[in-house]
C-alpha cells in the first residue's frame, strides 16, 4: 500500500488543522493506521492509532483530549483533527500502516509509510 500525508502548514497557538493520509490498493481496510510526528532532532513519536474497522482508537497522552483520529475505508482515507494545537505539537507528521498487534504505538512495528507533513505551530 502506498500512503500519501497532506493537510499539513502554519497555525496559531490554539488553532486547528486536519490531516489526511490517502491509501492506494484495495487492502487499506485491513490495516491498523497510525500517525506518528518527528520534530527536528528529536525520535520520531507516537501520537495516534486506530483499529482497521475504526472501531479501537489509541492516543498519547499529549495529545489525548485535542487530536481525533478517524478513518473512511470506503475512501481509503485517514484523518487526524487537531484542535487547540501548541507550539511544542510542532513536528512533521508522518502517517503509517501495518499489523502492529499489541505494538501500535512503537513505529517499528509498521510497514508502510507517508512521506510526511509538516506543521508548524506558532506562538
Known amino acids: 500500500v502506498q500512503l500519501q500525508a497532506s493537510g499539513g502548514g502554519l497555525v496559531q497557538a490554539g488553532g486547528s488543522l486536519r490531516l489526511s493520509c490517502a491509501a492506494s490498493?484495495?487492502?487499506?481496510?485491513?490495516?491498523?493506521m497510525g500517525w506518528f510526528r518527528q520534530a527536528a532532532g528529536k525520535e520520531r513519536e507516537f501520537v495516534a492509532a486506530?483499529?482497521?474497522?475504526?472501531?479501537?482508537?489509541w492516543y498519547a497522552d499529549s495529545v489525548k483530549g485535542r487530536f481525533t483520529i478517524f478513518r473512511d475505508n470506503a475512501k481509503n482515507i485517514m484523518y487526524l483533527q487537531m484542535n487547540s494545537l501548541k507550539p511544542e505539537d510542532t513536528s512533521v507528521y508522518y502517517c503509517?500502516?501495518?499489523?502492529?498487534?499489541?505494538?501500535?504505538?512503537?513505529?517499528?512495528?509498521?510497514?508502510?509509510w507517508g512521506q510526511g507533513t509538516q506543521v508548524t505551530v506558532s506562538s
Open positions: 486506530i483499529s482497521w474497522g475504526g472501531g479501537s482508537a
Open positions: 490498493g484495495r487492502t487499506f481496510s485491513t490495516y491498523v
Open positions: 503509517a500502516a501495518g499489523q502492529p498487534g499489541w505494538g501500535n504505538r512503537n513505529p517499528i512495528r509498521y510497514d508502510y
